[in-house]
Nanobody
Framework: QVQLVESGGGLVQAGGSLRLSCAASGSSFRYSTRGWFRQAPGKEREFVAIINWSGGSTSYADSVKGRFTISRDNAKNTVYLQMNSLKSADTAVYYC??????????????????WGQGTQVTVSS
């Protein structure tokens, strides 16, 4: 069974940092595009960051650009999201996703079939 498992969420004060991890089971998605998305209460799931198979290409939502960094370690089959200068607006459940259907690169949640269970990030002001 293919699994994506997120970890690293928690409660942090505004201005603080967290690092999220997303580990894939076995060799699944080792060389697939991976993305991070988030969903706040009452809002739709939104794109946060995306990274290609090698880590050589990344893209970010404007709201997190300059504060968040996505990276990956293919030997560990894990993708990371380093989040700095956190704001209360970053409070959400964060999900990782893998292997988008559209040309292997998409910022649209509905292009992904494989998701983790989510990890809560709460930023207190």
């Amino acid at each position: 069974q293919v699994q994506l498992v997120e970890s690293g969420g928690g409660l942090v004060q505004a201005g603080g940092s967290l690092r999220l991890s997303c580990a894939a089971s076995g060799s699944s998605f080792r060389y697939s595009t991976r993305g991070w998305f988030r969903q706040a209460p009452g809002k739709e799931r939104e794109f946060v960051a995306i990274i290609n198979w090698s880590g050589g290409s990344t893209s970010y939502a404007d709201s997190v650009k300059g504060r968040f960094t996505i990276s990956r370690d293919n030997a560990k089959n894990t993708v990371y999201l380093q989040m700095n200068s956190l704001k209360s607006a970053d409070t959400a459940v964060y999900y990782c996703a893998a292997d988008p259907k559209t040309r292997g690169w998409s910022t649209r949640p509905n292009e992904y079939d494989y998701w983790g269970q989510g990890t809560q990030v709460t930023v207190s002001s």
